[in-house]
Structure formats: C-alpha cells, structure tokens
C-alpha cells in the first residue's frame, strides 16, 4: 500500500520560502509523475507543478517564477519550494501521485496546513 | 488555460435518490484525460473516475461518469450517506491540470 507522508513549516511570515517534502513509503517511485496541488477557500483546488524520477519538472505558469520542485530518489522524496510568499499562498498542500497511462491522481498525501502571516 | 465549471454549486438529495454532477469545459477536452474526485472535510481528494468513464480501484458501481467534448457527468444512481461530500472534475490540457470550483452534494 502505497503512502505518501508530507511535512515542512506551517506558519510563514511574508516574502519568506515555503519549503514542503513529501516522502514515498511502500511503493515505486520510478514509473510516475509527482505533483504538488493546493487547496485555498479563495481559489478551490490549484496544481502547482510536477516532477518524474528523472528530475523532468513542468510547472504552473502562473507559479513558475517562484517555485523549484526537486526529488531525491535515493530517499525517494520529492520537495516543494516557493519564493516570497504572500498571504495569497495561504492554502493547504498537498502531494499526489500521477500514473502516466490514467493522467489521474490517484494516491495523495495528508496535506499540510500552510498559513502565511506576518 | 482550460476552465472548468461545475454546476450545480451545491446539490440537496436525499439517500436512495440519483445525484447528477455537470462539469463544463471552456473548450474540448480530451475524455482520456477528464477526472472526477471526493473530498469529505478534513480529507484530501479521493479519485472516482479517470478517462471519464472508468471508475478507480475500490469505487462501487453506484458511480460512474460519462461524457465528451465539452460536457461531462457523475452520476451516482442510488445516494448512500457517506456520498454527502464535495465533488470535483479536473483536466489536463496543453500541459496543466485544471479543476473545476466543485458541487457541494448534501443532504436534504
């Protein structure tokens, strides 16, 4: 059984950087695609970006200059990092997995509650 | 960028009763690539349904999905009570996952 474990600081002042890893337990980690997805009241579900083992990333235009996603498959992890945050990037966030052949995310993590306040 | 809305917002049904979820695309979107999802509060999102018809592992057949193009359906045939939940589509289009805003399905 699959499982994805997420962790990293919950409470940010602005223009500080979010950092957020989420680790793989009981699975492969080749063979996938790993996303980072946020969920805020104000703008409902949003994808941030994703990664393959390889290291190949694709982000969201609209988050691109800021965030670096980056993996380490020896502990078969992968991190988000976001730049100058603003209360705007006050969400939880969520890690998921995405199987090429379904373009679903079928396996997500628990989310971490990410507040940004000064 | 593809837009995605969900109609209704929120839907009040009862259990036994038919629930059906519209999810309307800003533009044709690939069917291998429409996804519904479940999410009850303090949850992550659950998958349901992928390439628009096919239900998860694990799903019972009370759910399915339907549609191409531009309009898209969940049905779910007969309302249990741990289906009162949030209900999302999602796709992926020129390189970006989209989700819709999500129909709140309670109970009446």
């Known amino acids: 059984q699959v499982q994805l474990q997420q962790w990293g600081a919950g409470l940010l002042k602005p223009l500080e950087t979010l950092s957020l890893t989420c680790g793989v337990y009981g699975g492969s980690f080749s063979g996938y695609f790993w996303s980072w997805i946020r969920q805020s009241p104000g703008k409902g579900l949003e994808w941030i970006g994703e990664?393959?083992?390889?290291?190949?990333?694709n982000y969201n235009p609209s988050l691109k200059s800021r965030i670096r996603i980056s993996v380490d498959t020896s502990k078969n992890q992968l991190s988000l990092k976001l730049r100058s945050v603003t209360a705007a990037d006050t969400a939880v966030y969520y890690c998921a997995r995405l199987p090429r052949w379904s373009i679903a995310f079928d396996i997500w993590g628990q989310g971490t509650m990410v507040t940004v306040s000064s | 960028e593809i837009v995605l809305t969900q109609s209704p917002g929120t839907l009040s049904l009862s259990p036994g009763e038919r629930a059906t979820l519209s999810c309307r695309a800003s533009?044709?979107?690939?069917?291998?690539?429409l996804t519904w999802y479940q999410q009850k509060p303090g949850q992550a999102p659950r998958l349901l349904i992928y390439?628009?018809?096919n239900r998860a592992t694990g799903i019972p057949d009370r759910f399915s999905g339907s549609g191409s193009g531009t309009d898209f359906t969940l049905t779910i045939s007969r309302l249990d009570p741990e289906d009162f939940a949030l209900y999302y589509c999602?796709?992926?289009?020129?390189?970006?996952?989209?989700f819709g805003q999500g129909t709140k399905l309670e109970i009446k």
């Open positions: 990664i393959n083992h390889s290291g190949n990333t």
């Open positions: 533009q044709s979107v690939n069917s291998n690539y």
């Open positions: 999602q796709q992926f289009g020129s390189s970006l996952y989209t």
């Open positions: 390439g628009a018809s």
